[in-house]
């Protein structure tokens, strides 16, 4: 499998109030397969406005252009929301055992909507508004496609949409959830400055359910294939790409592994020396959910509730570094 397929959701788009589960179980199965063979899908005519995914990019880049002595006060810390400086989160090793020394990126993520959330509203007011709403449709479409995966893994439809009831919006269901949207950008590299151990973002995998990306049009990601080959997943005008993340990987014990990937720096001059966006809607079971593979005990995929398997992982990426 060298390339990712893109799979058609007019019938689940966010522009229908409702379908029949007959296109739903169809829709499952092509994702059951996508998800197979690789781990990841593009998605069209899925229903989330361009303006408002625009909306989310500008009012992100409005903050990200401030003085970090602004961007630091509303730091991530424990409550997990808040900015994320350059150098802050380091992701794996790649495949040939190198730690990336500095990974070129800053993020600001958002994971409580409500007025007990961080944002930096008197700076940069447009943010929580851009950010939230494009979080909130994102929940919107998230949950459709949980009830398709279900259906195709020969689950009832709500299994998987049950286990995420409180996105971004737990102050109000009483339901802790580390489902983040999270806004990255990409600054330019000069070529002086590139030198071995610098990379955009490192070969990691995601930690949730699944994860809904929206890019701009400069490209770099890669993903890793079952055969361990490099496939390119540039960005196509329109679509949303959607992949699997380590919690899904363990409910299928496998069936649906969690690609790595990772940002590789551009060779070519002219995107050095270009900004580089994207902003990821990571999709989290209820920090209570207790995950492990639905056909029976699998060693390799021991128990784990969802918020311990999200600590540890902070504590691989994050290190201290999330306290300070």
């Excluded at 940069?124 to 279900?150: E, F, M, V, W, Y």
């Excluded at 359910?209 to 005008?237: C, H, R, Y």
Aim: aromatic share 6%; proline share 5%; hydrophobic share 35%.
């Amino acid at each position: 499998m060298d390339r990712i397929k893109v799979i058609d959701l007019s019938m689940i788009s966010l522009e229908k109030e409702c379908t029949s589960l007959v296109d739903r179980q169809s829709l499952g199965q092509l994702i059951n397969q996508s998800f197979k063979e690789i781990g990841f899908m593009y998605v069209k005519n899925h229903g989330l406005k361009e303006e408002v995914i625009q909306q989310a990019f500008k009012s992100s880049m409005d903050f990200f252009n401030l003085e970090d002595s602004e961007k630091s006060k509303v730091s991530k810390g424990v409550e997990y929301q808040g900015w994320v400086c350059e150098g802050r989160e380091i992701f794996d090793q790649d495949e040939d055992g190198v730690i990336a020394d500095h990974e070129v990126r800053e993020t600001y993520d958002l994971k409580n909507i409500s007025t007990k959330g961080i944002f930096p509203d008197e700076v940069c007011p447009g943010l929580r508004g851009g950010l939230t709403q494009l979080g909130l449709d994102s929940s919107k479409l998230a949950q459709r496609l949980l009830q398709c995966i279900s259906l195709g893994m020969n689950e009832k439809e709500d299994m998987l949409s049950s286990l995420h009831l409180g996105m971004l919006e737990q102050d109000r269901n009483g339901i802790d959830n580390a489902s983040t949207i999270r806004s990255i950008h990409y600054p330019p590299i000069r070529s002086e400055d590139v030198r071995p151990g610098i990379i955009r973002c490192g070969e990691h995998s995601d930690y949730g359910t699944i994860t809904l990306l929206f890019q701009d049009s400069m490209g770099g990601l890669e993903v890793k294939n079952v055969e361990g080959k490099w496939v390119s997943a540039d960005p196509i005008p329109g679509c949303i790409l959607i992949n699997v993340g380590d919690l899904l990987e363990n409910l299928t014990a496998g069936r649906y592994p969690a690609t790595r990937h990772r940002v590789k720096i551009p060779q070519e001059e002219l995107r050095r020396r270009s900004l580089r966006q994207s902003i990821a809607f990571f999709v989290h079971p209820d920090d209570h959910v207790l995950c492990s593979p639905l056909g029976g005990p699998d060693p390799r995929y021991p128990p784990v509730t969802a918020r311990q398997h999200l600590e540890n992982r902070f504590a691989d990426t994050y290190g201290d570094r999330l306290t300070q």
